[in-house]
């Protein structure tokens, strides 16, 4: 099964930031709101990042300024994201394009437990996943590896004092993926930074996302 994403280049990270959200598979102990009516949310969802995702790395600095993540999501915490669209990245090396390859990823855990200044966390563990970055003259993809098997965003809701969006977020500190495939001049030993957003609809025929989403136990 497929995952979300982790982050290695500005492709990555792009997706990941934002993706950070997508995509949740379901946690006994969580469950997801409507944060108005406290009632169980089941639908799409929309991750979009607040700010640059920035990316650092031996002799290769990035950022992407627009990640649009799409899929469905149900109360128990399981979901699927269905589509990525990540635009306007620059970096040393050039503007990449950044592609998620094996779409949809389903395989996540979206978990309620608070611990510092966060609720929760949102962790992806699947082999499919796969993050494509071209630079025009090169073409790295990254993913998991023996390194790098699983990736944990911290998750606030929207009342967590520390959460500054206005709705539920999530924020990767450090995150990285390994070096599927690529030339020896793709860049390794990347990591990625960011913060993104999440709501739902609030009816299913809805084309617009607007629903304020919480997590509990």
Do not use: W
Request: aromatic share 8%.
């Amino acid at each position: 099964m497929k995952a979300l994403v982790k982050l290695g280049t500005p492709a990555i990270a792009a997706a990941t930031a934002v993706g950070l959200l997508a995509g949740t598979a379901s946690a006994a102990t969580t469950t997801v709101l409507r944060e108005d009516t406290r009632t169980p949310y089941d639908g799409g969802y929309q991750i979009l990042n607040v700010g640059a995702l920035t990316f650092s790395g031996t002799g290769f600095t990035a950022s992407c300024s627009s990640a649009d993540l799409r899929g469905t999501l149900t109360s128990s915490g399981s979901g699927t994201l269905d589509s990525a669209n990540v635009t306007g990245c620059t970096s040393n090396l050039g503007n990449p394009t950044v592609t998620f390859r094996n779409l949809p990823y389903t395989d996540g855990t979206l978990a309620y437990g608070p611990s510092g200044n966060y609720d929760g966390t949102l962790t992806f563990t699947d082999t499919d996943l796969e993050i494509q970055a071209s630079f025009g003259f090169l073409t790295c993809v990254y993913g998991f590896d023996a390194t790098h098997t699983s990736l944990t965003f911290q998750v606030r809701n929207s009342d967590n004092p520390a959460n500054s969006t206005g709705q539920l977020a999530g924020t990767m500190n450090n995150v990285s993926l390994g070096l599927k495939s690529g030339s020896f001049l793709c860049p390794s030993g990347v990591t990625a930074n960011g913060t993104g957003k999440a709501l739902g609809k609030v009816n299913p025929s809805d084309t617009t996302y607007t629903q304020k989403l919480h997590i509990t136990a």
